[in-house]
């Protein structure tokens, strides 16, 4: 499976996520993960990628963030982007940010970051629906000094339960993969 991503922060943190999610799995052995540097440079690669790629029955996720878009929209958009290609492809948006999905869980990013527990309570209250919270990133950021995307990715990546409930878009990535997968191993056993 081919993850196609809009920044680095998404591969480092679906990097430690997905052998989580998906027991056994392994970087360029089950899934490939490649990053793009922002959203025009995802939204270029699309149709060249998936026409270019040799390989006949790979799957292809892309994933990226809405940014107060309209989502029923952008994904339409990153499905025309994909149309032709012949490749079945799961279109995940991530709601607003990736940030998002780590405020999700407020209890674990209160662990991975204990000094700012205080501060992360406070915005867990002020954003209970964490798909709502216009800019997680600038959020996240105010209440925890030592914030940096890269290694908050790592952190998460590594410590983020993989059923999280407070977050829809999180909840669509997880399901949409799973049945990608389910499919997958339906296949291998000739069903």
């Not at 998404?10 to 490939?32: A, S, V, Y």
């Not at 990628?49 to 996720?61: M, N």
């Not at 929209?73 to 079945?88: H, V």
């Not at 970051?113 to 629906?129: E, Q, S, V, W």
């Amino acid at each position: 499976m081919i993850f196609l991503l809009e920044e680095p922060s998404k591969k480092t943190f679906l990097l430690e996520f997905l052998p989580r999610l998906i027991p056994g799995w392994q970087h360029e052995r089950d899934f490939l993960l490649l990053a793009h540097e922002g959203k025009s440079d995802l939204e270029a690669s699309i149709a060249r990628k998936l026409k270019a790629w040799r390989e006949p029955q790979v799957r292809f996720v892309i994933v990226r963030d809405n940014d107060n878009a309209d989502c029923l929209a952008l994904k339409r958009r990153l499905l025309a982007l994909a149309s032709g290609s012949g490749r079945e492809v799961l279109v995940r948006l991530v709601c607003q940010e990736l940030e998002a999905w780590y405020l999700a869980d407020t209890q674990t990013l209160s662990k991975v970051y204990p000094d700012c527990a205080a501060a992360i309570r406070r915005l867990g209250k002020r954003f209970p629906n964490p798909d709502a919270c216009p800019k997680p990133s600038a959020s996240l950021k105010q209440a925890i000094a030592c914030f940096q995307k890269t290694d908050a990715a790592r952190r998460m990546g590594k410590a983020l339960p993989v059923q999280t409930a407070r977050s829809a878009s999180l909840q669509a990535f997880v399901t949409g993969l799973e049945r990608l997968v389910g499919k997958d191993t339906a296949s291998q056993r000739g069903v």
